[in-house]
Structure formats: structure tokens, C-alpha cells
């Protein structure tokens, strides 16, 4: 079935500090989102991405669709502690009205 | 700010026995899902609802999940006979309509079963 390769599994920073993460597929998505998920919570929306191209930012975060629709990367700047949890890219398929195809998650620890 | 609301927040219940998760999606929206996510593992995709009927169903939606909107507002997953591997948080969404539309996400019913 379709996939998507989620990188890096997780990562130690430093307070302050860029953070990069990345999804690729080999299918094409008409949408890309990226979520966060808090312990025991829900994912929440950060980014929604609709056009190939198309750079978006949501105050530090910044997230790219790439040009064939097939990867996509989420920077945060300047990170902060309340950016610890796990953040999930998920893909809505081209010509599919439906159901989101969900990376593996990268799960962001920041060292005090 | 409208939001995808669940109930319960923990349900505990023991293995083969009948549970019903609610979910009362964003009051506009037209399309209703629900995903699960097995302790540390990524979302997966249960089944997507539009029109009053299934539109789209993973493997793991057996004839053990059926899902209802039973009135206009709720929106329920039923698993008619538990097992041990259903434990899990299960999340519904909504979306408004449309392809582009993204799906907002409840806070999700954490499933033991024992």
C-alpha cells in the first residue's frame, strides 16, 4: 500500500535550535498536512499544504510541498520546550476524497 | 473555535464484550473518520463516512467495526466483540467538504481491553 517515509525518527536539541524533518513518498498526494500529537492527546493541524510548491509558515514553522507532490519538509525555527512531542506528516492521495496516509511521526526531545 | 469532540476519553472493558465509541464531529462538516493509533505506532485509517454510508474502508475495519450517524450530530464506532489487539486511541475526524479541506482531529478515546 501506499507509504510514507517519515525522517529522521527522532531527535535531541538543544533549546534554540532549527529543526528539520522530512516525509518522501512514491505516490503523488493532493494535500499535505503536518500534525502535532501531545501525549494523550489528539494530533492537532499545524501546516496544510495544497498546491506542489507551495511554501507556507505558521509563526516558526515553515513547510514545503514539493514540486511532485511527493515529499515534503517541516522546519521549525528557534525551537522552544513546547515544541517537544511528535510531529506526523499525512498525505491526502491524489484523486482520493478520503482517507489520510500517515508517516511514522518524529518525536522531537529538546535537552534543557 | 469549533471542535471535533469524543466520548469517552478512557474505556476499559474486557475482551469479547461490545463497545461504542462516540464522536461529535464539527457541526458543518460532511465527511467523518475514524483512524487508531496502537501505543507508539503511527495513525491508521479505520473507515471514512459520507452521505449516510462507508465510503472508504481499511483491512483492519472488519465485520467486528461498524460506525453510524445516528442523528445529526453523533457519529459512532462500534466493535462488537473486543479483543485483546483493539487496545488502542482511537481518533475521529471531520472535514467540511472537498479535496483540499483538511481533516481536524478529537481528542481521541483511549481503548484498554483486558
Known amino acids: 500500500g501506499q507509504q510514507l517515509n517519515q525522517s529522521p525518527q527522532s531527535m535531541f536539541i538543544q533549546e534554540g535550535e532549527d529543526v528539520s524533518m522530512n516525509c518522501t513518498s512514491s505516490?503523488?498526494?493532493?494535500?499535505w498536512l503536518w500534525y502535532k500529537q501531545d501525549p494523550g492527546e489528539g494530533p492537532v493541524l499545524l501546516i496544510a499544504l495544497y498546491k506542489a510548491g507551495e511554501l507556507t509558515s505558521n509563526g516558526r514553522l515553515t513547510a514545503q510541498f514539493g514540486i511532485t507532490r511527493k515529499d515534503s519538509f517541516l522546519n521549525i525555527s528557534a525551537s522552544i520546550p513546547s515544541d517537544v512531542g511528535i510531529y506526523f506528516c499525512?498525505?491526502?492521495?491524489?484523486?482520493?476524497?478520503?482517507?489520510?496516509?500517515w508517516g511514522a511521526g518524529t518525536k522531537l526531545i529538546i535537552k534543557p | 473555535e469549533p471542535e471535533v469532540t469524543q466520548t469517552p476519553s478512557h474505556q476499559v472493558t474486557q475482551m469479547g464484550q461490545e463497545v461504542i465509541l462516540r464522536c461529535v464531529p464539527i457541526s458543518n462538516h460532511l465527511y467523518f473518520y475514524w483512524y487508531r493509533q496502537i501505543l507508539g505506532q503511527k495513525v491508521e485509517f479505520l473507515v471514512s463516512?459520507?452521505?449516510?454510508?462507508?465510503?472508504?474502508k481499511s483491512e483492519i475495519f472488519d465485520d467486528q467495526f461498524s460506525v453510524e450517524r445516528p442523528d445529526g450530530s453523533n457519529f459512532t464506532l462500534k466493535i462488537r466483540s473486543t479483543k485483546l489487539e483493539d487496545s488502542a486511541m482511537y481518533f475521529c475526524?471531520?472535514?467540511?467538504?472537498?479535496?483540499?479541506?483538511?481533516?481536524?482531529f478529537g481528542p481521541g478515546t483511549r481503548l484498554t481491553v483486558l
Open positions: 499525512a498525505g491526502q492521495l491524489k484523486d482520493s476524497n478520503y482517507q489520510l496516509i
Open positions: 463516512f459520507y452521505n449516510n454510508e462507508i465510503s472508504e
Open positions: 475526524a471531520s472535514k467540511l467538504a472537498g479535496s483540499t479541506d483538511t481533516q481536524y
Open positions: 505516490s503523488i498526494f493532493n494535500t
